[in-house]
């Protein structure tokens, strides 16, 4: 398993691979030969999946909290009217102790199997994305990783067609800065907090 420094080295290297291709588009339709919204949507979608992924070798889930989906069983198999995905083939409850439990990710109708019954076909209900942590694993990593994990996952709901990608940019610089605090030994802003001390410039 790579360790936390490697896991965010190479998400830095694979972040601003994808930010060297965020351009504005060109004044003339005819002219424009930057990335299309759409070729930035798909590798950041590769971004996020490997991220998702590594992210739970450091204690950090993304897990569907599925509502109501008209399975008379959904109930008796769930808790509170909901019913968790698996976590490494694992089952979970929602709010399960073993985990601390953070902001939803996001939200929606969407078109899945609700696990409440492996006999269940696919069916339209309202899914939650709860990012939750393994309550033995380091909590400070865990919510910086979340807080990067929002961060891409802003920037692909920014790059639909016809979309600023000014915004784009915005989302993923703000994640390579959190990444580069975590890489050094102090934060930029302690760093410079420190430097003013030692020249005396400190308010």
């Known amino acids: 398993m790579m360790s936390l420094l490697e896991f965010y080295v190479n998400l830095r290297k694979e972040i601003f691979a994808v930010i060297g291709g965020v351009e504005d588009s060109g004044y003339s339709f005819r002219w424009d030969n930057t990335t299309p919204n759409w070729i930035t949507k798909s590798k950041l979608k590769t971004v996020f999946e490997k991220l998702i992924n590594h992210s739970a070798n450091f204690g950090v889930y993304i897990i569907n909290r599925h509502s109501d989906c008209g399975n008379p069983?959904?109930?008796?198999?769930?808790?509170?009217?909901?019913?968790?995905?698996?976590?490494?083939?694992?089952?979970?409850?929602?709010?399960d102790s073993r985990f601390n439990w953070s902001d939803p990710i996001d939200q929606g109708e969407i078109l899945c199997?609700?696990?409440?019954?492996?006999?269940?076909?696919?069916?339209?209900?309202?899914?939650?994305?709860?990012?939750i942590f393994d309550a033995s694993a380091n909590l400070s990593a865990c919510k910086n990783i979340e807080s990067i994990i929002y961060d891409i996952y802003q920037a692909i709901q920014n790059s639909g067609n016809n979309k600023a990608r000014s915004a784009i940019r915005e989302y993923?610089?703000?994640?390579?800065?959190?990444?580069?605090?975590?890489?050094?030994?102090?934060?930029?802003?302690?760093?410079?907090?420190?430097?003013?001390?030692?020249?005396?410039?400190?308010?």
């Open 73 to 95: 069983k959904h109930d008796q198999n769930g808790s509170d009217g909901y019913v968790m995905d698996r976590i490494l083939e694992n089952k979970i409850s929602y709010r």
């Open 113 to 131: 199997k609700c696990p409440c019954s492996e006999s269940n076909l696919t069916s339209k209900h309202h899914v939650i994305q709860d990012v």
């Open 172 to 203: 993923l610089l703000r994640a390579v800065l959190k990444i580069n605090d975590a890489i050094l030994p102090v934060s930029v802003d302690e760093f410079i907090e420190h430097q003013m001390v030692l020249a005396g410039l400190n308010s």
